[in-house]
Each structure stands twice: as C-alpha cells, then as structure tokens.
C-alpha cells in the first residue's frame, strides 16, 4: 500500500517527498543504544521530527535508517530541582514551556522556548532535539550555552556528560558520536541573574535572523554577573565570556549599556547569507543587546 | 524494498479505525488524504510553516505534513471533519466562520479551525490563540480581519469555563 506512485519516472523527478529509509521504533534504551551501535553512521535519530521531517521532505536529507526514539520509555522526564532543571531528550517542547515548575526556577527557558516556531510545532518538538540538532539559529542552544548547562549522552558503550561550551562544535554539528544518544540536558539558574531573551526575525515563529540570552545580576547597580549569548551570528551559539568579565564591578548605568552593545557590534563575525549580510546581524546584534540590557535595568528600578 | 522500509500502524481516525501497512517514508498527511482518502486534510508547504495540514493527534495541534505515518501508530486523529457530526448543526466556531465572512477561498481553514479548538479546549487564553496559535498560519486571502472577528464571537462558546 503506497500513497505515492511507483512510476520510476514520476519518483525520479519527485523531490518533495522523502525518499526511502529504514524505520525503528525501539520502545527501550538499550534497543535505541544497539541500533545506533550497529547503524550510527547511516541513520538519523528522530524525536520531535519538527526538523527533521521537512529536511526529508525536501530531500536535504537522505539517510538510510531513521530511529524514532520517541517511545523509548524513561526518556521523556521532566525534574526540577531547587534551581536546576533537567530535561529527559525526548520531553516535548511545549510541555517545558507551560510547566510552573521550570517557569518558576528557570524562567529564561520558556521564554526562549515561546520563540521557537510555533505551538503546533512545539507540541510535537523536543528540547533534546533542538539540543542534538544545532541548528545555529536555535535559541536552546544558547540557553545552554548562557547557563552552563550539560548534555548527557549515552552509547551502548555507557555514558559521559558533556559541558554546553564543548558540545556544539560547528553548524548542525555537536559533540555527539554516531553511536551516542543525547538523553538529557541539564541547566541550572545562574545565581541572582534575571534574564531577557531578544529575537529578531521577519515574522514570529520564522529562523532568527539575530538573537541573544541577556542576563544580568545586580547588587545595589553594580554588576556582579553578566551573560551575553548570541545565536544566529555563527556556527552555533556564540557566548562572549571575556567581554561579560570586562564589565563585572561595573556601574550599570545606560552609558555602560552602550559601551557593552559596542562591544558585542565588535565582536562578533556573524555570516552574510540570504537572509542578511554580515553587517546587518552585526548592528542587530548591538541594537537588541541594547534593548535588552535597558529593559533588564528597568525591571531592576521596578523590583528594586 | 525490504520490510523495514514498511510500517505497520493502527490509528483511530475521527472515530473509525485503521489498520495500515504503508512505506515507512509515508507522511501521515499522504497517508489520511491518499490512503484513506479524508481528503478535508490540506497539504500547503510540506515543511511545516504554513499550518494548512494542521490536525489534532490525541487532541494537540500537531503539522501533518511533518509527521511520519509510522509515528502515529496508536494514534487518536482528528480532523477538521471529525469535529462536526454528520446532519448536526455547525459548531460555534465553525458557525462563527460562516457568519462572520471568515474565509474565501477556504485552503487554511481547516488547519485554522483545528488549531484554535485544540489550543482553546487546552486551556490557552483568547490573546494567545490570537497570538501565537494564529500565528502559525499563514492565510494568503483574508488578512485575518474576519478570522479574528469569528475567533472572538465563538470564544466564550470554545473555550472551558475557567479560562474565559
């Protein structure tokens, strides 16, 4: 039974649907973790399918197996802690997104969640999945990145924690051996720091152009932690420790503000593509650093 | 072909269920539309942005066209069809969209109708169906004017009491 057509005619100049693949289903870990012992370098791990489904629809990607790994059992909890939270790789976005719980402790994560695509898409997505992904325009990434967070995986060989400033290595490409698996992430709450997350893309919901992970934490106005996490301005998320230790001990006061988003213009060597040059994300970057940095100030005035 | 690249599912499909064997490539979108034939399923992008093939699978809103046939294995779908009953008469949301001019040439709407009921039913509030849920369709006719006056009209009668 087939919805599409066997004329070899008609399949070879068809480049909208996927093209065939093997497909499993293990609904335990160690299955999960044998498959991609034996099959890792020509299969693909499938959680959400957010992203991956429409780089096989459009042919971008044509592996030889896809593993589902979304019925593998235990791998979808969510745990908070005082001030941690640790996210099973398959626990779906949405569902991160609405918890009390992580909004409580970790507010920055749904608020960076509340930009990635839209609730259609986050229902089905999952934060492991963005995570393993990489893509360089994701927001979870940074999240990551701005938090110090850690990604555990697992092989059938055991498993190893891995620090989010190691993970992402390049554009889709992580720290991730072909036979490993990401079954968790795990990020706490910096200290005292309130966070602002800033995107800016066309519409709502689209690939960010530029964005950033802003946090700041203030004792009376002096700056006692900074961090300053970018995405969409290289090969994955771009976190700027030494200009954020520049200015630890500082007064904040909006001059400082404009000496930090002068900083980050400086910085940061974000790509040109199709969708912006170099310069643009360069200014866009400093401009939403402003942004965010004065409204991180203002919530400060307000709670005092 | 060897057998894995075929999937064997089971899926309620508005109430009547589905016993399939399908290429494991299968789009679930391909497979309600071509297979068994609910042809009220729309495939826009393929890729996920538009939200025309938008269904509910266990009740959420979910992009059809970016979910693998064999990932709905016990699946609940619902589709823009399942949420009338055959001779009844038109839902308050559906019947808001009538009244209130909110479609023209009809392509998004099922994907639209469907999201707002999920996302309403679940407990999201008027602004954020406005917002967000909205948001994840694209309606090339309309401008949205009137897809916002029907919402809004239909809103008490859709949404559970508490999340008024």
Same mark, same amino acid.
């Given at each position: ?304 | 072909?060897?057998? *894995?690249?075929? +999937?064997?599912? %089971?899926? $309620? ?6 016993? #399939? @064997? ?23 992008? *393929?890729?996920? +942005?538009?939200? %025309?093939? $938008? ?6 809103? #979910? @992009? ?23 001779? *009844? ?76």
């Amino acid at each position: 039974m087939s919805a599409y057509p066997r004329n070899d005619a008609i399949a070879a100049s068809v480049d909208v649907k996927p093209a065939s693949f093997r497909f499993s289903r293990p609904t335990d870990l160690d299955e999960a973790l044998a498959l991609l012992a034996e099959h890792g370098d020509e299969a693909v791990v499938m959680a959400g399918g957010q992203s991956l489904t429409p780089l096989l629809n459009l042919r971008m990607a044509r592996p030889e197996m896809v593993v589902d790994v979304s019925r593998v059992s235990g791998l979808d909890a969510l745990a908070v802690d005082r001030d941690a939270v640790t996210i099973g790789a398959t626990c779906r976005a949405r569902r991160v997104e609405l918890d009390a719980e992580v909004r409580a402790v970790l507010p920055v994560l749904p608020e960076a969640l509340g930009y990635v695509g839209h609730p259609q898409i986050r229902n089905r997505s999952t934060v492991g999945g963005m995570v393993a992904f990489a893509d360089p325009a994701a927001e979870i990434p940074a999240v990551l990145r701005a938090c110090d967070g850690t990604v555990e995986l697992r092989s059938a060989n055991g498993s190893r924690q891995v620090a989010a400033t190691d993970f992402f290595v390049g554009v889709y490409q992580t720290a991730r051996a072909d036979d490993e698996l990401v079954t968790s992430v795990r990020l706490a709450a910096p200290p005292r720091h309130r966070f602002v997350v800033t995107e800016h893309a066309r519409r709502h919901g689209d690939f960010a152009i530029t964005g950033g992970i802003f946090g700041l934490a203030l004792e009376q106005r002096i700056i006692r932690g900074l961090r300053l996490c970018f995405f969409g301005v290289g090969h994955g998320p771009v976190r700027l420790e030494a200009l954020e230790q520049r200015f630890i001990g500082e007064e904040f006061d909006d001059r400082l503000i404009v000496e930090i988003a002068g900083g980050v213009g400086h910085l940061l060597t974000p790509p040109s593509d199709v969708h912006a040059s170099a310069a643009y994300r360069q200014h866009t970057a400093a401009v939403i650093t402003k942004r965010s940095l004065r409204a991180l100030a203002h919530e400060g005035a307000t709670h005092g | 072909m060897d057998d *894995e690249q075929f +999937v064997e599912i %089971a899926l $309620t499909v508005n109430g009547a269920r589905h016993e #399939v @064997r399908c290429e494991a490539r299968t789009l679930l979108s391909d497979l309600l539309r071509d297979e068994l034939d609910y042809k009220e399923v729309r495939v826009g992008c *393929e890729h996920g +942005v538009c939200g %025309a093939c $938008t269904i509910m699978v266990d009740g959420e809103a #979910v @992009r059809s066209c970016i979910m693998l046939a064999g990932c709905a294995d016990g699946a609940e779908i619902t589709t823009v069809a399942g949420l009338v009953r055959e001779g *009844e008469e038109l839902p308050p949301l559906q019947r808001a969209f009538t009244e209130h001019h909110g479609f023209q040439c009809g392509f998004c709407t099922a994907g639209i109708l469907v999201s707002v009921l999920a996302e309403a039913k679940a407990g999201r509030s008027k602004e954020e169906v406005l917002a967000d849920t909205l948001g994840g369709h694209i309606c090339r006719c309309t401008g949205y004017v009137n897809i916002r006056r029907a919402i809004n009209a239909a809103w008490d009668e859709i949404a559970p009491e508490a999340a008024a």
